[in-house]
């Protein structure tokens, strides 16, 4: 693929391959900063290129550095859980049992649909409000409060901690 023919196919997708990126985001300047690596790598990769299949190889990519991004995000929430300061003595046993929970919880929020995933990280990570998340995901706070409800009693299920 030559460089002009690059540039088409950057022209021509570039917004709609950003606004992927915005809705399983949530973030429109991490959108525009993924969208640049897309192309990017779509540019490593041109000799190989074939016109019929560029738009799904840049959707393919976009996907994968979506998924790499929450793959960090869940880094970033354990990193946080095993951050929180130590007031008291805590047990043997205590400890275990958080140990428990936390890899019970990382491991239902990685089971989670995608849509209740994203919702739930971005109130609980990133600390969104209901109307934020909407606004970002462009859909109405009625489905943010859907699918939160749904992801907490999905956790819940899967989790089933007694405290």
Do not use: C
């Not at 022209?11 to 525009?32: C, Q, R, S």
């Not at 074939?50 to 929430?77: C, D, G, P, W």
């Not at 990133?126 to 939160?148: F, G």
């Amino acid at each position: 693929m030559e460089l002009i023919e690059f540039k088409q196919v950057f022209d021509k997708h570039y917004d709609a391959v950003k606004n992927f990126l915005y809705y399983k985001l949530g973030d429109i300047d991490l959108a525009e900063d993924l969208v640049q690596e897309v192309f990017l790598k779509a540019w490593e990769k041109r000799d190989t290129i074939k016109m019929e299949t560029v738009q799904n190889l840049l959707y393919t990519i976009a996907n994968h550095l979506a998924i790499n991004h929450f793959k960090s995000a869940r880094t970033r929430f354990e990193f946080k859980l095993k951050d929180q300061p130590h007031t008291t003595r805590e047990s043997p046993e205590y400890l275990m049992e958080k140990d428990e929970f936390a890899s019970k919880l990382e491991e239902a929020i990685g089971g989670l649909p995608e849509k209740q995933r994203v919702v739930f990280l971005m109130n609980r990570i990133d600390e969104l409000t209901y109307n934020e998340i909407a606004e970002r995901l462009e859909i109405s706070v009625k489905a943010v409060e859907k699918r939160m409800h749904e992801a907490l009693e999905y956790l819940l299920k899967r989790i089933s901690f007694k405290l």
